[in-house]
């Protein structure tokens, strides 16, 4: 069955956040409410002219999102800069409903993993639970968190579209000024990618090895390392002709690395990880493979499609020691403002001046 664009397989979690948020009568005498682990036992014929009936007006959850008794009410943060708030992810798995508690606190007081992704349509919206009420977030956040919480023991997080109140046009301001902050003091930022459903999360990690591999043998023994020192490989490198190579293509192709803001959440991180599947990547070694690939693997550069330059850029103004093994000091051009903003002009931002902003 599919009503309006909600597919099989989801359902039956829309169904059971509907009972949640509306719990009808069960039909069987002396049934106390239903329960959230299980669909409640109640005429099915009649669930079914329920559906159709709001069918009309709306999905499911945009009618449950509307209903505002059961919408979240944010708690102010403080007025002084330093502030955020950050959420406990309840454990679960599979199709179990999110759950979060939600807390303030200055940054530097908390120990957290600031998640990035792309927000995607907000047409026909998600929620997370808190308490009795109801978060709405969009469907890629939704996959991103079910993604990251853990079986047997809640995560502390912090997501922009949870953590700030979208609503508060002077919060978000306020927010927005200490983005650097929030991703800079994360233990972690976690990219969240599209969902893996060719296989390739698993088969990008073991070309990305052997060149990091490759890279920190050379770093021992020329370090400090010195302009255009990395040697070149040979013409019948197996490296040069693994087929894996497609699978990083696939990974510059998301959504995430055309993403403006992905590059400035990455570039601030202590440590920014690429969440693909059931893959962790670090980012770092990602585009450290990239440098490698553009310098020294050109033969390369057809497979992997476009290059995402800006991340490069990124990772090359904090790691010059290492790049400049793969180029000349005399071909060399300094990062700048301007170098940003040029190879930032393919980026996807949902503010225009955020083109700005991000740099």
């Known amino acids: 069955m599919e009503i309006r664009g909600i597919k099989r397989d989801t359902w039956t979690r829309l169904e059971k956040r509907w009972f949640y948020v509306y719990p009808l009568p069960s039909t069987t005498p002396h049934t106390s409410t239903p329960s959230l682990s299980r669909t409640p036992e109640v005429d099915p014929i009649s669930v079914t002219a329920l559906l159709l009936i709001l069918n009309l007006t709306g999905t499911i959850m945009e009618e449950a999102l509307h209903h505002n008794d059961k919408v979240y009410t944010y708690d102010p943060l403080p007025d002084e800069q330093g502030y955020f708030r950050y959420i406990v992810l309840k454990p679960g798995s599979g199709d179990d409903l999110l759950y979060c508690d939600i807390h303030i606190a200055r940054i530097d007081d908390v120990s957290y993993e600031a998640i990035s992704y792309v ?103 020329i370090y400090p390392s010195k302009w255009n020192a990395f040697p070149w490989p040979d013409r019948d490198d197996r490296l040069l002709y693994d087929a894996r190579w497609i699978s990083i293509a696939v990974i510059l192709r998301q959504g995430s690395f055309t993403r403006g803001w992905v590059v400035r959440e990455a570039a601030f991180a202590q440590a920014a990880i690429i969440i693909w599947g059931s893959v962790e ?79």
């Open 119 to 221: 927000w995607g349509s907000e047409e026909e919206p998600e929620a997370i639970l808190r308490g009795e009420n109801m978060i709405p977030i969009t469907v890629n956040l939704h996959a991103a968190l079910a993604r990251l919480r853990l079986p047997n023991k809640t995560s502390v997080l912090w997501a922009d579209s949870i953590c700030i109140d979208q609503d508060n046009l002077l919060e978000k301001g306020h927010q927005v000024v200490q983005l650097s902050s929030m991703y800079r003091d994360a233990d972690r930022v976690l990219i969240c990618l599209d969902a893996d459903e060719d296989g390739h999360a698993i088969r990008a990690p073991a070309p990305i090895g052997e060149v990091i591999q490759r890279i920190q043998m050379v770093v021992a023994t």
């Open 281 to 359: 990547v670090t980012w770092s070694h990602l585009v450290e493979t990239l440098v490698w690939a553009t310098g020294r693997g050109v033969s390369l550069l057809e497979s992997l499609g476009v290059v995402p330059e800006v991340h490069v850029l990124a990772y090359e103004t904090q790691h010059l020691e290492r790049v400049r093994m793969f180029w000349s000091e005399e071909l060399w051009n300094s990062s700048s403002l301007l170098s940003y903003l040029n190879y930032g002009r393919s980026l996807g931002f949902r503010d225009a001046r955020d083109r700005l902003f991000a740099f």
